[in-house]
């Protein structure tokens, strides 16, 4: 096993990495509580007798990706 480097040079790039990761993880979050959110909006409209079709063609997508999108 070969010794450790120094990577002191390196430290921006390794900071700013870590800065970008964390952003990432965010937006991953918030994504994943947008998308819980869509869903419940979307699964009170069914579940008034809105067609998934119908729901569809407001949002510009196929019936299929609402389908999906009340699946996840």
């Known amino acids: 096993m070969s ?5 002191s040079a390196h430290q921006p790039t390794l900071r700013r990495i870590r800065e970008v990761r964390e952003q990432a993880v965010h ?11 869509r869903r419940e909006l979307m699964q009170g409209l069914v579940d008034q ?6 729901i569809a063609r407001e949002l ?13």
């Open 3 to 7: 010794a450790a480097r120094d990577l």
């Open 49 to 54: 007798g809105v067609s998934q079709a119908d």
């Open 60 to 72: 510009g997508v196929t019936r299929q990706a609402v389908q999906k999108m009340l699946a996840c």
């Open 27 to 37: 937006h991953a979050r918030q994504a994943q509580r947008l998308a819980a959110e």
